[in-house]
């Protein structure tokens, strides 16, 4: 056939004809392929050259000691090399063995009793003594987190300052009435989880002249488990508390200089403040922004993680993304600051997932720790927003309080 028919009529096509049928000068391209070609021969017979050295290798009953590099490696192939193959064949499978049996105990370990290691906490210190990070602790309508009621054992009797509240009302009954409680207080109650060691105010929302604290409480109780499901005692703690704060504000003016009244007083009113906090956590950073500086604060830190959950905590969550927001605030007047964990939001199935995981797991080496509220704490707090927009700020805080309504009241504590 017409070679000259295979090539397109344009400039290239007309080129290359010219190459491949010879009907021009050799080009400068056809003189690079055939010194690239006679490269390549050359490299063919060094390439044979040593297939032939392998041979006689391979044919030999032992490596040479010179094949070998000079290290425990070499030497070590070089030996195996003289080993028969029977030997060589129990050698190897012995190495099978010993690696199966070493996955299958990290698998019973991470797996079996939930002991996965657990991403490195900061700890900020200073000398041989520990610097405080966390002054105190206001939780609103909190479950409890862990088997054995949690402790600061750097004060007088571990009780963990700050403020636990819940909500109680009282139900109509012929009896007179009868107290019941926000709910989330005492659901996992019955799963054993305990009320971290800390004062506590049950805030009615008729008796506002009610304002005994308990000074140091801790454990399954109180508030007690009862059959009402007072869900509106959930939502009612910022004006439960404003009502009991301008009660005592009034009673301070009238009776000053009462220390016991004096103290309460400024327990309830932070409760109150940290309540509003703990709420405005749920709206977008614009609204908290705005919001919180209508109270004297400002917004100093944002962060939302997105991530689906690394595999030591895909068991914890399910598998799911997560939406767990975490706010840094400011008071402007003291530079105090208040770290704020969101609760449950309805649109993050990972919360819901994290409320139902009542496994019992270790966190910082304290054994029976709700493992789905140790999931939602290390989500928020491992990730790099995190890092970068609060904690890298935190040492700029005069003092830190740590707040959180709900679900965000679990994690708050660890």
């Not at 200073?126 to 405080?132: E, H, I, M």
């Amino acid at each position: 056939p017409d070679v000259a028919q295979m090539w397109p009529a344009n400039a290239a096509g007309q080129a290359a004809r010219s190459l491949v049928v010879g009907t021009g000068p050799e080009s400068e391209v056809m003189t690079h392929l055939r010194s690239h070609m006679d490269f390549v021969e050359s490299h063919m017979d060094f390439v044979e050259n040593h297939m032939d050295y392998v041979e006689n290798v391979s044919s030999d009953d032992h490596v040479d000691e010179w094949v070998m590099p000079h290290t425990w490696i070499g030497k070590a192939i070089g030996r195996l090399s003289q080993v028969s193959h029977s030997r060589r064949f129990v050698l190897w499978a012995l190495v099978l063995v010993v690696t199966f049996c070493l996955v299958v105990f990290t698998w019973f370990v991470d797996d079996i009793l939930g002991l996965g290691p657990l991403p490195e906490l900061l700890h900020h210190s200073k000398g041989d003594k520990p610097v405080r990070l966390v002054d105190d602790l206001y939780t609103f309508g909190a479950p409890g987190v862990s088997r054995l009621p949690l402790k600061d054992m750097t004060r007088p009797g571990g009780c963990i300052a700050g403020l636990r509240v819940y909500t109680e009302t009282t139900r109509p009954s012929l009896d007179g009435g009868t107290k019941v409680a926000d709910p989330i207080s005492w659901i996992v109650s019955q799963f054993n989880y305990t009320h971290p060691k800390m004062p506590v105010l049950p805030a009615s929302d008729s008796e506002v002249r009610s304002n005994s604290i308990a000074p140091c409480a801790g454990g399954l109780y109180p508030p007690v488990e009862d059959d009402f499901w007072w869900i509106g005692g959930h939502v009612a703690y910022e004006s439960v508390l404003r009502a009991h704060d301008d009660y005592l504000a009034t009673e301070l003016e009238r009776s000053p200089g009462r220390r016991s009244l004096e103290a309460t007083a400024q327990s309830v009113h932070k409760a109150y403040v940290m309540s509003h906090l703990s709420f405005l956590v749920y709206a977008p950073p614009q609204v908290m922004s705005l919001d919180a500086q209508d109270w004297g604060w400002n917004l100093v830190g944002y962060s939302v993680n997105t991530d689906v959950p690394p595999k030591w905590l895909l068991e914890d969550l399910g598998g799911l993304e997560t939406l767990d927001s975490v706010a840094l605030f400011q008071e402007e007047s003291t530079l105090d600051c208040a770290l704020v964990f969101e609760g449950t939001d309805r649109t993050d199935e990972s919360d819901w997932v994290a409320d139902a995981n009542m496994n019992p797991g270790y966190f910082c080496n304290i054994p029976n720790v709700h493992e789905g509220f140790r999931a939602k704490l290390m989500m928020a707090v491992s990730n790099p927003e995190y890092r970068e927009a609060i904690r890298a700020k935190l040492e700029h805080c005069r003092t830190i309080s740590v707040a959180g309504h709900s679900l965000g009241g679990a994690p708050a504590p660890l």
